[in-house]
């Protein structure tokens, strides 16, 4: 996804928003650091996803809102044409790598319908190798976004503004209320795995998209409301609750992250976010931080004989980022440049 969006509170409305590209670095950099350190530090990969969860849902909201409002409706063959070139091709050259590392018993064995699950984003439901585990996220995105553009071509805006919010509200209650009643398995991962208990992540990103767009009254009241508390502090408590929060308040865990999510993405549309965020090598990990996720798992989750060499500090770090960013300039920069013609002309956002 581009963070090409223009700040939508920023009343200068600059074409680009540094500070986006810098929270993807940040989200990549917390699951590369979760996966690399295993159970010590596991939690903060689980934070690193629900950024850019927030992220999805926000900066997609935005494109088809200004869609919309140039043009009175939603192209949705446009928009799942530019998904296919966003995410295809990088996915597509995983997959193959992985499935000949597999052939050559590199790798642990994945079930051939594992991988068809993967392909047709199913993997949060069908599967359990580690290799393609890391894909439950992908596939989560790409159900939500089976739903979410169709009803945006569907509803007023406005009216999706609180229709987003209360099945927001109405998912978190669930949620918690089947971990409270234990109508599943805790540890089978269903609460985190499955769109009927995560779509809320995503969904509350859309509502702030939303919300700068049709309650900008309320945006400001808002801002004037947190912008005195520090962001350091945000983020203290929102590394804290990841510590501790799942043992502490399992119903309400993702919950709370979603909102200390939800506050700093605010902070960094509104310009109020650390200025760590603009900066260039963070800013870089962003951009390439699709592949960079899709390479990682190999070299830091899965644990298989014969790899040990590339599994070790600072190999597993530097290998995935390597090809990363060859995936990212060779695969997805050209397929990005086809994308960039199917997109609708945009103007600047303003409040």
């Not at 642990?108 to 393609?132: Q, T, W």
């Not at 004989?305 to 995936?327: D, H, K, M, R, T």
């Amino acid at each position: 996804m581009d963070s090409t969006l223009g700040a939508p509170v920023v009343r200068s409305s600059p074409h680009n928003i540094p500070q986006l590209d810098g929270l993807r670095g940040v989200a990549i950099s917390l699951v590369l650091i979760g996966h690399a350190t295993e159970s010590s530090l596991k939690w903060v990969a689980q934070l690193g996803v629900i950024l850019f969860f927030v992220l999805s849902g926000f900066l997609i909201t935005t494109l088809i809102t200004r869609e919309k409002q140039r043009t009175g409706t939603v192209s949705l063959s446009h928009f799942y044409w530019r998904r296919v070139l966003r995410l295809a091709p990088a996915l597509a050259l995983f997959m193959a790598t992985i499935y000949c590392l597999e052939r050559k018993s590199w790798i642990p064995h994945i079930p051939r319908y594992e991988f068809l699950a993967c392909l047709l984003y199913m993997r949060n439901f069908v599967g359990k190798s580690d290799s393609v585990a890391h894909l439950w996220s992908l596939s989560l995105e790409e159900q939500f976004y089976i739903v979410w553009p169709p009803l945006m071509r569907l509803f007023d805006l406005t009216r999706l503004l609180w229709i987003s919010f209360c099945v927001t509200v109405a998912l978190s209650l669930w949620r918690g209320i089947a971990m409270s009643l234990h109508l599943f398995d805790y540890n089978m991962g269903i609460y985190y795995l499955r769109p009927y208990f995560r779509f809320d992540s995503i969904l509350i990103g859309c509502c702030l998209a939303l919300c700068i767009t049709h309650k900008p009254v309320l945006i400001d009241k808002i801002l004037a409301a947190i912008k005195s508390i520090p962001i350091g502090i945000v983020w203290l408590l929102v590394f804290g609750w990841t510590l501790v929060g799942e043992s502490v308040a399992p119903p309400v865990y993702v919950t709370v992250q979603m909102i200390g999510a939800i506050w700093i993405l605010f902070r960094a549309v509104t310009g109020n976010a650390f200025h760590i965020l603009t900066l260039q090598p963070l800013r870089f990990l962003g951009k390439v931080s699709y592949s960079l996720y899709l390479w990682q798992q190999i070299f830091l989750f899965v644990k298989y004989p014969g790899w040990e060499p590339l599994q070790a500090f600072p190999a597993n770090l530097v290998a995935p980022l390597v090809i990363a960013i060859v995936s990212h300039f060779v695969v997805e920069r050209p397929f990005l440049r086809l994308k960039d013609a199917w997109k609708p002309e945009m103007k600047p956002l303003s409040v």
